[in-house]
Nanobody, 125 residues
Framework: QVQVVQSGGGLAQVGESLRLSCVVSGTTFSAITMAWFRQVPGKERDFLAAVTGSGMSMVDADLVKDRIINSRDNAKNTAYLQMNDLKLEDTAVYYC??????????????????WGQGTQVTVSS
């Protein structure tokens, strides 16, 4: 069975950087798209970035502009999200997600079949 396990996150100060990791097992990692979303209480889950198995990357420029690095290491079955120059408004629960079936918009949570457990990122001044 497919498992998606996140790590990283936690507390950071404004201007610092954080890297989140997401390890996938139970499927051919190089064939799937990995995405990152975040969610604050009472709001919808927002798309941040995705990278296909072949390395095509998509980023939500409005939310995070040039502050994130979205990558993957197929040899390690791991996806990464690095966020630089953290801001207070980056405080949220961050999720990684795996897309196996390849249907629908990359930007919609509905496309993704398996989700990580979520990790809290709290940015303070």
């Amino acid at each position: 069975q497919v498992q998606v396990v996140q790590s990283g996150g936690g507390l950071a100060q404004v201007g610092e950087s954080l890297r989140l990791s997401c390890v996938v097992s139970g499927t051919t990692f190089s064939a799937i798209t990995m995405a990152w979303f975040r969610q604050v209480p009472g709001k919808e889950r927002d798309f941040l970035a995705a990278v296909t198995g072949s390395g095509m990357s998509m980023v939500d420029a409005d939310l995070v502009k040039d502050r994130i690095i979205n990558s993957r290491d197929n040899a390690k079955n791991t996806a990464y999200l690095q966020m630089n120059d953290l801001k207070l408004e980056d405080t949220a629960v961050y999720y990684c997600a795996a897309d196996l079936a390849g249907s629908g918009s990359y930007f919609s949570p509905a496309r993704y079949d398996f989700w990580g457990q979520g990790t809290q990122v709290t940015v303070s001044s």
